[in-house]
């Protein structure tokens, strides 16, 4: 098992930045899948960015060029930078982690953090 506890949301004007943290209880497995995903109030929830235990990261089209997704293998923790934050940038922000344990894969999810961008 694995916790993950996000921290960073906020109320924010536009234009403005934020950085998202997700820290993991324990270290993770060599073969891992972290992300960020997001869902607003009558939406469904739909992913921001992943990022692999290699490095290799993805981006959703609307954040691109204005949100960067890192990790700190050493303190278990993934960041997200969010910059030139929108009104839609609106919502709960999940971290999530698919870990590989042997020949299997777990899936995880923190709580959420409240990121709310106001025009």
């Known amino acids: 098992q694995v916790q993950l506890v996000e921290s960073g949301g906020d109320l924010v004007q536009a234009g403005e930045s934020l950085r998202l943290s997700c820290a993991a209880s324990?270290?993770?497995?060599?073969?891992?899948?972290m992300g960020w995903y997001r869902q607003a109030p009558g939406k469904q929830r739909e992913p921001v960015a992943t990022?692999?235990?290699?490095?290799?990261?993805n981006y959703a089209d609307s954040v691109k060029g204005r949100f960067t997704l890192s990790r700190d293998n050493a303190k278990n923790t993934m960041y997200l930078q969010m910059n030139r934050l929108k009104p839609e940038d609106t919502a709960v922000y999940y971290c999530?982690?698919?870990?590989?344990?042997?020949?299997?894969?777990?899936?995880?999810w923190g709580q959420g953090t409240q990121v709310t961008v106001s025009s």
């Open positions: 324990r270290r993770i497995n060599n073969i891992n899948v």
């Open positions: 999530k982690l698919r870990e590989m344990v042997g020949s299997s894969w777990y899936t995880y």
């Open positions: 990022i692999s235990s290699s490095g290799s990261t």
